[in-house]
C-alpha cells in the first residue's frame, strides 16, 4: 500500500524557515518523480514544485511564487521527501500535501495526507 | 504563472450533466495534453478523475470525461449522483517544465 506522511508542519514568524519531511512506503521511491502541492485554507490547490528521480537527471522545477525560496530535495536511501522553506511569508501559509505519480505517470495519483504551515506574527 | 480560469461554482439536478470549464493560455493547456481533473470532497485529499485530457484513471466511473479545445479544457459529468457533490480543479503542465491548477469549481447536486 502506498503511504506517504507528511511532517514538519507549525507556526513559524515571517522571516523564518521550517523544513517539511515526507516519508513513503509502499512503492519504488527511488524512481518516484515526486510532487510538493499546498492548499491554503478555504482555498485552490496550488503547485509548489517536482524533483524527478536521480536516474531521471534529479531535477527540480518550482512555481514561481516559491523559487529562490524553497528547496525540494530527496534521500532515496531514507525514502523521504523534504521540503526546505526560508524566507517565509504569511501567504506561504497553506496545508502543504506531498504527493506523486505512479500509476498515471502524467498527473497526481497518490497524496500524504498534508500538513499545516502557519506563517505569522 | 497565473491560475487557470474556472467557473466558481456549478450545478445540477440528478441524472443531468453538467460541464466546467478551465480556461489558459498557450503556455499551459493550449500547449500540452497534459490536463488532469481532480475532485475533492470537503476535509478530503484529492483524487485524479481525469488525465492527458480525456483519459479515466481505473476504477473512475465512465459517467467523467474530458476534452480539450484550443486553450480550455472541460470536463463533464453525466448522469450527476449525489456523491459528485465536491469541488473540481483542473491541472495543467506549462512551460518551463511546471504545473498550473485552476481555481476550483463547486459542484452542488440539487
Known amino acids: 500500500e502506498v503511504q506517504l506522511a507528511e511532517s514538519g508542519g507549525g507556526l513559524v514568524k515571517p522571516g523564518g524557515s521550517l523544513r517539511l519531511s515526507c516519508a513513503a512506503s509502499g512503492f519504488t521511491f527511488s524512481k518516484a518523480w515526486m510532487t510538493w502541492v499546498r492548499q491554503a485554507p478555504g482555498k485552490g490547490l496550488e503547485w509548489v514544485g517536482r524533483?524527478?528521480?536521480?536516474?531521471?537527471?534529479?531535477?527540480?522545477d518550482y512555481a514561481a511564487p516559491v523559487k529562490g525560496r524553497f528547496t525540494i530535495s530527496r534521500d532515496d536511501s531514507e525514502k523521504t521527501l523534504y521540503l526546505q522553506m526560508n524566507r517565509l511569508k504569511t501567504e506561504d501559509t497553506a496545508v502543504y500535501f506531498c504527493t506523486t505519480s505512479i500509476v498515471v505517470v502524467t498527473a497526481i495519483d497518490y497524496w500524504g495526507q498534508g500538513t499545516l504551515v502557519t506563517v505569522s506574527s | 504563472q497565473s491560475a487557470l480560469t474556472q467557473p466558481r461554482s456549478v450545478s445540477g439536478s440528478p441524472g443531468q450533466s453538467v460541464t466546467i470549464s478551465c480556461t489558459g493560455t498557450?503556455?499551459?493547456?493550449?500547449?500540452?495534453?497534459?490536463v488532469s481533473w481532480y475532485q475533492q470532497h470537503p476535509g478530503k485529499v484529492p483524487k485524479v478523475m481525469i488525465y492527458d485530457v480525456s483519459k479515466r484513471p481505473s476504477g473512475v466511473p465512465d459517467r467523467f470525461s474530458g476534452s480539450k479545445s484550443d486553450n480550455t479544457a472541460s470536463l463533464t459529468i453525466s448522469g450527476l449522483q449525489a456523491e459528485d457533490e465536491a469541488d473540481y480543479y483542473c491541472?495543467?503542465?506549462?512551460?518551463?517544465?511546471?504545473?498550473?491548477f485552476g481555481t476550483g469549481t463547486e459542484v452542488t447536486v440539487l
Open positions: 491541472c495543467s503542465f506549462a512551460d518551463r517544465s511546471t504545473y498550473v
Open positions: 498557450s503556455s499551459d493547456v493550449g500547449g500540452y495534453n497534459y
Open positions: 524533483i524527478k528521480a536521480k536516474t531521471d537527471g534529479g531535477a527540480t
